[in-house]
């Protein structure tokens, strides 16, 4: 597609349920990287992929979130018994290459509401 | 390590004002520097970058110019409008690493 692509929009959860979140990434990019955005701040970074291989998950927060791009296109953040800190924004960007001058595009992102 | 410091907000000022908003930056060889714009509800959107010093990125009538003497990339519009309010953020992106290093966005309100 044209850009980035996420899924749901909005999400709502109940403390203790298990939720997947989803990026579509623009054709062809390499990069893929997860971020997660709290109200008012700017955005953290969870994990990266270049293609099917995920080269750094130092960001996440705890062993409840794991991501994954198997075929090296579409990625999957899941959240597993999920926790009231866990409401944030979370969005998805990817880009061409790892180039320096490689501006990253964005997802809308999804908004993750536990309650 | 690498870091970006933004001037804090929120900027308030009136519609066609002159807009400065102060971005530095700390970083080890040249990086490549972003302007991203966050409006309300929505994802992150390149707004310009530059790759080199003396480059000046510009779009929307914002424009940035990288000055590696002073290690700055302040953003800048003549003639601001109410629909510019939004989150600003500095970023960069230096050498082999893969990784955008944020500011902590600065907040724009345009009042009519």
């Known amino acids: 597609g044209a850009g980035v692509s996420q899924s749901p929009r909005y999400k709502v959860a109940k403390r203790g349920q298990d939720v997947a979140l989803r990026c579509d990434p623009i054709?062809?990019?390499?990069?893929l990287f997860w971020y997660q955005q709290a109200l008012g701040q700017g955005p953290e970074f969870l994990t990266y992929?270049?293609?099917?291989?995920?080269?750094?998950k130092s960001g996440l927060p705890s062993d409840r979130f794991f991501a994954e791009r198997p075929e090296g296109s579409v990625s999957t953040l899941k959240i597993q018994r999920t926790q009231q800190e866990d409401s944030a924004v979370y969005l998805c960007?990817?880009?061409?290459?790892?180039?320096?001058?490689?501006?990253?595009?964005f997802g809308s992102g999804t908004r993750l509401t536990v309650v | 390590g690498d870091s970006v410091t933004q001037m804090e907000g929120p900027v308030t000022l009136s519609e066609e004002a002159f807009l400065t908003i102060n971005c530095t930056y700390t970083?080890?060889?040249?990086?490549?520097l972003f302007w991203y714009v966050q409006y309300p509800g929505e994802g992150l959107q390149l707004l310009l970058k530059?790759?080199?010093a003396d480059d000046k990125g510009s779009n929307k009538g914002f424009e940035a110019t990288y000055r590696k003497e002073t290690t700055s990339f302040h953003l800048e519009k003549g003639s601001v409008q109410v629909s510019d309010s939004a989150v600003y953020f500095c970023?960069?992106?230096?050498?082999?690493?893969?990784?955008?290093?944020w500011g902590a966005g600065t907040k724009l309100i345009i009042k009519p």
């Open positions: 530059a790759t080199k």
């Open positions: 960007a990817s880009s061409l290459s790892t180039g320096q001058g490689n501006g990253y595009t």
């Open positions: 970083a080890t060889g040249y990086p490549s």
């Open positions: 970023a960069l992106r230096s050498g082999s690493n893969y990784q955008l290093i």
């Open positions: 054709s062809g990019h390499v990069s």
């Open positions: 992929f270049q293609n099917e291989a995920q080269l750094d």
